[in-house]
């Protein structure tokens, strides 16, 4: 599978990437098909939170880690942080207890990526920036990045940190095109045009930050599912067809239209399912032209100027 220099900071990545929010009630043998059948595709990153389950998904992977000594040493393993219930916390103590945590679960003694999970607006980026230092001089934690952030949010917390922030991780996909559509419109008096996210996705592109997006398969703020819902049969017609003449699903061919983006975005893929993950990775690999990329984008219902 394709690779990606995440951040452009030597840490090299899968450009298909397996989320763990939805592991933690799989029985052992299934999260073991699904670990074994990822690492076969090529993906080699794994992205968790502390919130997911509840610390439960972190404490099955851990497990799973635990039962194959060396396993750890192929893979990254990114986790989260700052998301508490009914409020978000960027303070130097809970970044650092959080990490902790996510460490002891997974049964390591480092985080190859720490994420901040949603901004916090009491955040105090000297704060942050200790809290970080710390976790690197230690070694309990090698890159940062955020999460959900605008350019002038991460510019901010940027201003206070050594090391660069090398990713972000917005959602983006088919179904939810919101990091395109207002540079699709510029200057045009519509909701489409509307810029409501700093346009952050040209900002990381001028910053070597990778953009990793998440639930590719879904539309609004966990609305639905776009591979399920008929609102958007003409989109799954479409990437079913185009998907046809590279012999991929419409599903892969859905990541072959993120990974199609200059911007060398990382997907990460939340299905529970070995079958799925090893045909929605091929996707990674399939370059769609240029005309094929705008016509998903129309059939989602997206209209160009
Ligand atoms: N930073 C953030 O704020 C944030 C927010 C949400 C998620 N995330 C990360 O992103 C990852 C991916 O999110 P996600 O799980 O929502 O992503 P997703 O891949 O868009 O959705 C996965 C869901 O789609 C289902 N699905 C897949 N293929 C299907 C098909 N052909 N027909 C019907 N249903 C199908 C899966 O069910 P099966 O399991 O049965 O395949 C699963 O329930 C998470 O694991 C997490 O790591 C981050």
Not at 129 to 144: I, N, P, T, W
Not at 202 to 209: A, F, N, P, S, T
């Amino acid at each position: 599978m394709k690779q990606l220099n995440l951040g452009n900071s030597g840490l090299n990545a899968s450009a298909v990437a397996l989320g763990c929010m939805r592991i933690g009630e799989l029985p052992a043998e299934k999260l073991e098909r699904l670990f074994f059948a990822a690492l076969e595709a090529g993906i080699n990153f794994f992205d968790h939170a502390d919130i997911y389950g509840g610390g439960l998904c972190e404490t099955r992977f851990g497990e799973l880690l635990a039962r194959h000594p060396g396993l750890r040493e192929k893979i990254l393993l990114q986790s989260k942080c700052g998301i508490r219930k009914g409020f978000f916390d960027f303070s130097k103590k809970h970044i650092l207890e959080s990490v902790e945590g996510s460490l002891k679960r997974l049964q390591t003694d480092r985080l190859d990526l720490l994420l901040l999970h949603r901004p916090d607006t009491l955040m105090e980026p000297e704060e942050v920036a200790e809290a970080f230092q710390l976790l690197y001089d230690s070694g309990k934690v090698r890159h940062f990045g955020v999460s959900n952030e605008n350019p002038t949010q991460m510019e901010l917390l940027q201003k206070f940190l050594p090391r660069k922030l090398i990713v972000n991780q917005l959602q983006f996909g088919p179904a939810h095109t919101s990091l395109v559509d207002c540079g699709l419109n510029v200057n045009i008096n519509s909701s489409a045009g509307t810029m409501f996210d700093g346009s952050v996705l040209e900002y990381c592109r001028l910053r070597e930050v990778t953009i990793q997006t998440w639930s590719p398969f879904l539309f609004g703020f966990f609305e639905g599912n776009f591979l399920v819902d008929s609102r958007f049969a003409e989109l799954n017609t479409t990437l079913g067809r185009i998907g046809e003449r590279y012999g991929i699903s419409r599903e892969a061919t859905a990541i072959a239209w993120i990974a199609r983006h200059p911007a060398r975005i990382q997907t990460i893929i939340g299905t529970t399912r070995a079958d799925r993950v090893a045909d929605y990775s091929r996707g990674a690999d399939v370059e769609l032209t240029r005309e094929e990329w705008y016509e998903i984008y129309r059939s989602a219902g997206n209209r160009l100027p």
